[in-house]
Each structure stands twice: as C-alpha cells, then as structure tokens.
C-alpha cells in the first residue's frame, strides 16, 4: 500500500461487480473492506473473500469510509441514494460513486448536496462471477466517468489510474447512449453466438464453440481495425440463392434463430446501403421480410 491509500473502503452490494472491485480495491485500503447487501448471505460471502466484514447498517459505511461505491442494479441506485442521505452525514464525507454504465452523476445529487464528492465510474467489461480474472482484465481497460464538478473528476481519474485503468470522460446526457452501445455490442454478441452455435449443433457439430472461435476472433479483430470494411460473406456478395437455403435450413431445424438471423441481415443490407450509395436488389429485400 501507498500512503495516499483509502482509509476505508466501502460497498454496498455484493454480486459480481461489487466482489471484483472489492478484490481490485483490497490493497488500495489501510483498513479490511466493509460490505453491505440485502441479502446477508452473500455479503458475508463477498466480504469473507477479500478479508473484509459486513456492516449491518448501510448508513454506517457513510460515517466510516472515505470511499463508498454503490454496486447494485440500476434501478436500485436511487432508492439507495436515498436511504444513505436520509440521515445527516458527518463531516469529511466520503466519496461516492456508482458503478452502473447507464446512469449518469445526477442520480447521486442527494449525496453530493450533503457534501459528499460524487461521480458514475463504469469498468468497461463484462462481469461473470470470476472476481481475480476480472481484475486483471479491468487493468488496462476503460472507465467511463461521469463527475459532478472538477474535484469529484480528478477524484474520479485518481481512482481509475489505481485500478489499473483508463479514465474515458462521458457526458451525463450521453450515458444512455454510451450504454447502449456497450450493452448492443457484448450482450447481443452473446446471444449471437449462443444461436450460432444452436444451429451447429443441430447440423452435427460436436463442439461448436472450437469450430466457432478462430473464425470469430478473426471477423472480431478485423471489425475493430476496419470497421463495418471487415464485412464478409453472402450478402456482399448478393448470393440470393445462398441466403434462401440459410433461411429454408433454419425453419427445419432451427426456427428461433429465424427472426433474429432476419433481422441481422435486414441491418446489414440497409448499412451496406447507405455505405454504397445505392440500394440492394428487390429480390434480396423480399426475401429477407
């Protein structure tokens, strides 16, 4: 530890992405982490892994912590916000932040009108329940802060820099937008791939997941160095027939996939539009409807 080390640290929540901080953070703190959750269980259990304790009372992390966050679901944060300033809070207050992706500072405005500095700090990664993996991943990796003045800012960018991380400023009202975008670009890929690989089962492909990976890793690292230029395949092409047969082989053995095999292709061809300056053929438009 540094001497510029939290007192304490201090988190309200204990799912995935409240054990991964409290592991990322358990060094940063001179004394063991406080947790506090709903459920009892699993904070002991995300306390326990990080040597750290439970509080009993989330108001109390106000009065002992120099750094609070708030790692619950969005639509938790404000009911939280609330209960924590409900009660006067003591002098230096702490600073908090919330760690959700899609809202932005204003949400913490009851904590920052008691003193408290207040940002939105969201670790660009995706959280499934590997707590020293994710650490590691997060180092190197952007965050996107949102602060409520320059001190809670540089506050905000101090925190990220001991995380290992890179500070992204976003803009309140572009929260949801920027959210959007992650949760379009990771969340739907997972249910891409999970129907990519439905359909190669079902074509008799023992592990789909090997037979998918280097052909996803390869259309992955040409997307992000060329952008929608790594585009490949029957609809460049306009391989009517092709696009027919996919369409014909799904409804046999695979009909979920159908609708949103339609409607990716349906987004593909309309950017393929718009980037060639002319429109697809009828034919390729019908048989996608």
Known sequence: MTKDSYQRVGIIGSGRVARAMGLALADQSLHPLSFWGRNGGRARTAAASVGGSVIHDAATLMQRCDLLLLA????????????????????????????????????????????????????VMTFTGDP?????????????????????????????????GVAEYVEDDCRPLYHAALSHAANHMVTLLAGAMDALNAAGIQDPAALLAPLVRATLGNSLSKGFDALS???????????DDHLAAMTRACPDLLPAYRAMATATLARMEKRDGHPASDALHALLK
């Open 233 to 243: 395949g029957p609809l460049l092409r306009g391989d009517i027939q092709t696009i």
């Open 72 to 123: 619950v679901s969005d639509d938790a944060i404000g009911a939280v916000v609330e209960a924590l300033s409900s009660s006067p809070i003591p002098p230096p207050a702490p600073f908090c932040i919330h760690l959700s992706g899609g809202s932005g500072v204003c949400v913490l405005e009851p904590l920052r009108a008691a003193g408290a500095l207040t940002a939105a700090i969201h670790p």
């Open 132 to 164: 020293a993996a994710e650490v590691t991943r997060m180092k190197g990796a952007s965050f996107a802060i949102t602060a409520s003045d320059a001190a809670a800012s540089e506050e905000a960018r101090t925190l990220v820099s001991r995380l290992g």
